[in-house]
């Protein structure tokens, strides 16, 4: 079944399910529901694995190291107060991301077919561990 991969990702990174778009993606923070309240489109088996956190730490490096070097370049703050500062920013930044990158992940693996649904069908896979 083709789906369109552009409004689909464009409801994971507004953390909605990618199929209508109304329900939500996650219950909680980046925990997946089973499946769509309001569709009733199975997302709970797909696994996103480690590309948001790769996505959100890319995207926030490439804020947080210019502004660094921007603050030293205009101002040379001191050095404590740039330890206390560009960890906390960069922290706070992937926090943000790590919700928005994992939806457009899990909406893109929905609309490209990569769901995993190929190992669920082996009788006694070896899947049995791995969380949901
Ligand atoms: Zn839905």
Do not use: S
Request: net charge positive; hydrophobic share 55%; glycine share 12%.
């Amino acid at each position: 079944m083709a789906r369109a991969l552009g409004p689909a990702l464009g409801n994971g990174i507004r953390r909605r399910c990618p199929a209508c778009g109304r329900g939500a993606l996650f219950a909680g923070y980046l925990r997946p529901v089973a499946a769509c309240a309001a569709c009733g489109e199975a997302l709970g088996h797909i696994r996103a694995d480690d590309f948001p956190p790769y996505i959100a730490i890319l995207v926030a490096g490439h804020v947080v190291v210019p502004l660094i070097l921007f603050a030293e370049q205009a101002w040379a703050p001191a050095l404590w107060l740039q330890l206390l500062v560009w960890p906390l920013l960069a922290l706070a930044l992937i926090a943000l991301l790590l919700p928005v990158a994992k939806g457009g992940v899990l909406a893109a693996l929905w609309a490209l077919g990569l769901t995993g649904g190929e190992r669920q069908e082996e009788p006694g896979g070896t899947d049995a561990g791995r969380r949901p």
